[in-house]
């Protein structure tokens, strides 16, 4: 997936969606990603009717 500006977030995602339909938005960051900026993409995803948010981690792997 390629990166998106945060004020472009909305009307992408609304794009894709069909009106009156549900969709599960998934935000992907890593820990290169500021606090600020993915509380700034959760709070525009929470403004669109019929998103759900929902948040991908990927586990450490284990060291021996």
Same mark, same amino acid.
């Given at each position: 997936? =390629?990166?998106?500006?945060? &004020?472009?977030?909305? =009307? &992408?995602?609304?794009?894709? $969606? =069909?009106?009156?339909? /549900?969709?599960?938005?998934? !935000?992907?960051? #890593?820990?290169?990603? %500021?606090?600020? %900026?993915?509380?700034?993409? $959760? #709070?525009? !995803?929470?403004? !669109? /009717?019929?998103?759900?948010?929902a948040i991908a981690t990927?586990?450490?792997?284990? %060291?021996d």
């Amino acid at each position: 997936q =390629n990166p998106i500006e945060i &004020s472009k977030i909305q =009307n &992408s995602i609304k794009q894709q $969606m =069909n009106p009156g339909q /549900e969709a599960v938005v998934t !935000i992907r960051a #890593d820990e290169k990603a %500021e606090h600020g %900026e993915v509380v700034g993409v $959760m #709070d525009e !995803i929470r403004q !669109i /009717e019929g998103a759900k948010l929902a948040i991908a981690t990927q586990q450490k792997a284990q %060291e021996d």
